[in-house]
């Protein structure tokens, strides 16, 4: 899904986008609504890491992509119902 | 724009070719880029092959064909009928196999001249580092995070390279991960999310030849690290989404402070990765998940225990699988829907395999819902196999 928001930085565009959609903040934010580690933001294809982490500067073109982490390769049922089994 | 590196094969594993092999190869050896010398390292190269599933298929397929000489397949599973729709080394007389045997009989179907190993156990912190070391480069075709991590840990502990693939849904993602030339797994992902965060294809879906995608530039980065002085996908993560077909790639870097591969490492050896990815990205603060199991709900229903039975899956999920004596409310509607719901009686979510209905849960708690709030450990799936009788045709 590809969204326009405003934001000078991805820590005010993050927050732009939890204030639009409210179900999405526990997903990405931790309690003291900070980006949680295992979501990664890339502004213009590059890692924020890379950058200044949240308070990396965004212009009218930057592109923020928000990547969870995905696990699946070779997806068995039985296997993953008995992993939350335990 | 990674660098060229060199052949990962020690030049004194590479012995000449057969007369055989120049035709059987010729496609390959009339590539400059290849050539007769480096073919020889194709077959020279031992590629473990973790997962023999949807991502394992293609890549134990295409590095067969190729010409690895050695590859090994770890998986503990057997051959199911839904896993068919992916994982294409193995077939329908192949069902209730195990996965490895399986593999290995198509592998040699394709070329008698690979030597296949089977390690038909789970890759564990017991025996991971003892595996891995026979081998030139791990594959990770894994389908969780704990044995994601696991390998990632083994392989930089021995400087192996990994050929990174994960895929959901429509989504795909490629990298390999190299400690000693560029970030390692755990540089981009320093923490597992929360089990019950985690969608798994088993309930989320994954398009049938998604990892058909995924694992052939799985296979290609492969043979590009064994001929060498390619630019393998080393501080780059491919993003591939097939409903859109994008193919982006982005910029990853070494962190300095990973705990495994960085400058002060805090991970010597491997660690438990059940207890890593089932507490590291938990919350303490929030309250425990109650469960039922089929068992007990069952007798609940049979002795006419009044509970609120509440499927939150999806219309199309409930029609391959469904559970009639529970009232529908997909997951997405149930916050809206708080107030068809009775504090005063235990409410049971259901979803495909349990997973769903922990987050469910949480929402309810968050909308300030004041009742029992129970989830069906092991979903619909999990009551089928109870009850085995009760599954729908």
Redesign the interface.
Known sequence: MQLTLPGATVAELVTALTDAYPDLAPHILDDDGALRSYVNVFVDDTDIRQLDGQATALSESSTVRLLPAIAGGAPDDRETARQEAR | MSEPTASIIPDDRVQPLSQKEFDRYSRNILLPEVGVERQARIRAAKVLVV??????APIALYLAAAGVGTIGVV?H?VV?E??LQR?IIHGTRDIGRPKTASARDSIRAINRGVKVVTHQQALTSENALDIIEQYDVVV??????PT?YLLNDAAVFLGKPVVY????QF?G?VSVFDARLGPCYRC??????P?D??P?????G?LGVL?GLVGTLQATEVLKLIVGDAEPLIGRLL?VEAWSTHF??????K?PDCPVCGQQPSITELIDY?EFCGVG?H?D?ETPIASITATDLKTRLDAGEPVQLVDIREPHERALSPFPAAHAVPYGQLVRRIDEFDPSVDLIFLCT???RSVFAI?ALE?AGYQGALLNL???V??WN?EFAQQKAG
């Open positions: 997962g023999a599933g949807g991502l394992g998986d599973d199911e839904s896993n994982q990770d075709g894994t389908d969780n995070f994601r693939g994960s895929i959901y989504d993602q981009v992902n320093p923490t597992p999310p089990p965060l985690v798994s294809c088993a309930e989320g994954v990892p993003l982006t790639e982005l910029s990853i870097s962190n059940q990205g919350d603060q395999i349990g997973q949480r968050r450990k092991g979903g799936a999990g196999q």
